[in-house]
Structures are given as structure tokens and as C-alpha cells.
């Protein structure tokens, strides 16, 4: 996606850790193929979801999956080079 990031893992750090490890190493690599030096990449702001349980989880893939193409940014879920679904990686392995 453009300006978002869908990643759904399960964490054994602090959350706070990750966030900041992910945003900060992108943040860097984006804005030096930008040829931007101190700037801003991402917003301050991020949401996160505890998954319950494995049908809520499956839930999830299918979203995340599923959002390049509802956004017109690929014509099939295995068209997006950078998801799951492109990988062929199955939903049992996921959850």
C-alpha cells in the first residue's frame, strides 16, 4: 500500500519496540531512495489489534490480503509482490 503498512505478527517484544525498530529502518531506507535527509516518514500515529483466536485471525489475512486489490493497486490477492498471498504462503500457516 502507499501510505500504510498492514504487518500482523506475533510479537515477542514489546510492541512499542517493534513499532519503533520497523518505522525507524523503513523511515530510513525510504527517504534515502527519496534523496530525503530529516524528514518525517511516518505519522506518529499506529493501531493495533490482539487477535483472539484463530478465526479472527484467518479474518485478519483475508483483510490484509485482500486490500491492495479493493484499493485497485493489483487485479488478484497474488498479484500484490509484497503479500502473503503472493508467496503462497496458506492460511493454516499463519494462524
Request: proline share 6%; no cysteine; charged share 20%.
Amino acid at each position: 500500500m502507499p501510505n500504510h503498512v498492514h504487518l500482523l505478527i506475533s510479537p515477542t517484544a514489546p510492541l512499542s519496540q517493534i513499532t519503533k525498530s520497523v518505522k525507524g529502518y523503513s523511515a530510513l531506507s525510504a527517504n534515502k531512495i527519496l534523496g530525503r535527509t530529516g524528514e518525517p516518514f511516518w505519522r506518529q500515529e499506529s493501531f493495533d489489534h490482539w487477535v483472539r483466536d484463530s478465526f479472527e485471525g484467518r479474518k485478519i489475512v483475508r483483510y490484509i490480503e485482500n486490500n491492495p486489490r479493493k484499493a485497485g493497486l493489483a487485479e488478484s490477492l497474488e498479484a500484490w509482490p509484497w503479500s502473503s498471498a503472493a508467496v503462497g504462503v496458506g492460511l493454516d500457516e499463519i494462524s
